[in-house]
């Protein structure tokens, strides 16, 4: 079956640095997408990997190793307003989003 | 600049009441459109996906059905809820012509069945 594997839940401190790791087995790979959902809102997208490598964009980066399977999104100086759900989809060989059940971060002061 | 807008944001219904949710998209012409329902504590599971007007594919057998009776317009029904049928919907539209593009979603409609 396709599996989307993601922490259920991280605490972080503001202004440290945070990683969320994501593992995916899945028929076929046709990219990678994090999304950010505050509570109660519908979630926004924040990046797509579909080669290895670092993908930077301002605080956020995000990475990828298809031999592994896994991704990581790190998300560097953080503000209170990062304290929401992190969700990681896969694009599969059919071009479906398979979606894992999320990670929710905690900001601390 | 493209958006999207759903609604209801919440109600309660009954057991066994209908159901209409709608979704219209502006901004864009021939829009992928999707339903979603959120669980909590679960990923994302997609109930249906539409590449154009009258074209709807079921991703999950239930007692929800989808139409689309205008091309930025998608509506999601039931006849008779579930206790079940509880959740966050989510429509979301895409890019047309975009295999593996981004998806723009909807405010959400959270739905509680008594």
């Known amino acids: 079956g396709q599996n989307i594997d993601q922490p259920t839940e991280m605490t972080a401190t503001e202004g440290a640095i945070v990683q969320i790791n994501c593992t995916y087995q899945?028929?076929?790979?046709?990219?990678l997408f994090w999304y950010q959902q505050h509570a109660g809102e519908a979630p926004t997208f924040l990046s797509y990997?579909?080669l290895d490598g670092l993908e930077e964009k301002g605080r956020f980066s995000s990475f990828l190793s298809r031999s592994k399977g896994y991704s990581y999104l790190l998300l560097k100086e953080l503000q209170m307003k990062d304290s929401a759900s992190y969700l990681c989809?896969?694009?599969?060989?059919?071009?479906?989003?398979?979606w894992g059940a999320g990670t929710k971060l905690i900001i601390k002061p | 600049s493209q958006t999207i807008h759903q609604w209801p944001a919440t109600l309660v219904q009954p057991v066994g009441s209908p159901l209409s949710l709608e979704c219209t998209v502006e901004?864009?012409?021939?829009?992928?459109l999707y339903w979603y329902r959120q669980a909590a504590g679960r990923g994302l599971q997609l109930l249906f996906y539409?590449?154009?007007?009258?074209?709807i594919s079921s991703e999950v057998p239930q007692n929800l059905s989808a139409s689309r009776p205008q091309d930025r317009q998608f509506i999601l029904s039931s006849k008779k809820l579930l206790l079940s049928d509880s959740g966050f919907y989510l429509c979301?539209?895409?890019?047309?012509?975009?295999?593996?593009?981004?998806?723009?979603f909807g405010e959400g409609s959270r739905l509680t069945v008594l």
């Open positions: 899945t028929s076929g790979f046709n990219g």
């Open positions: 539409s590449v154009g007007i009258g074209q």
């Open positions: 989809a896969v694009s599969d060989s059919n071009y479906q989003l398979i």
């Open positions: 990997n579909v």
């Open positions: 979301a539209w895409s890019v047309p012509g975009l295999v593996a593009g981004e998806l723009f």
């Open positions: 901004g864009t012409s021939n829009p992928n």
